[in-house]
Nanobody
Framework: QVQLVESGGGLVQAGGSLRLSCAAASGVYTLGWFRQAPGKDREFVAASSWWGGDTDYSDSVKGRFTIYRDGNKNTVYLQMNNLKPEETDVYYC?????????????????WGQGTQVTVSS
């Protein structure tokens, strides 16, 4: 397992933007984001392969969210644009040892502590 440190959650109005970041304490992993509302299952949002060349998105966020890494491959960013009130959730960073960005619950070896994103209408 690897420690994941998240940041960037907060309150934003509908149509606004937020950027989340997730840093792995050690090693290089395929990193992604899931989100979960109270009483609902945790759902996949986006992921970036450890080498940065492969990304995957849920259909609901394609065209609005972008996941990317900068020169530090231990850190992944999720740029979220045009946010909707129904996307108010706790967002969790996830790490996988897979080489591709496709990430299911069973692929996740480590979870972050979660960061709250609230989108007001």
């Amino acid at each position: 397992q690897v420690q994941l440190v998240e940041s960037g959650g907060g309150l934003v109005q509908a149509g606004g933007s937020l950027r989340l970041s997730c840093a792995a304490a050690s090693g290089v992993y395929t990193l992604g984001w899931f989100r979960q509302a109270p009483g609902k299952d945790r759902e996949f949002v986006a992921a970036s392969s450890w080498w940065g060349g492969d990304t995957d998105y849920s259909d609901s966020v394609k065209g609005r969210f972008t996941i990317y890494r900068d020169g530090n491959k231990n850190t992944v960013y999720l740029q979220m644009n045009n946010l909707k009130p129904e996307e108010t959730d706790v967002y969790y960073c996830a790490a996988s040892a897979r080489e591709i960005a496709t990430m299911n619950h069973g692929d996740v070896g480590s979870w972050g502590q979660g960061t709250q994103v609230t989108v007001s209408s």
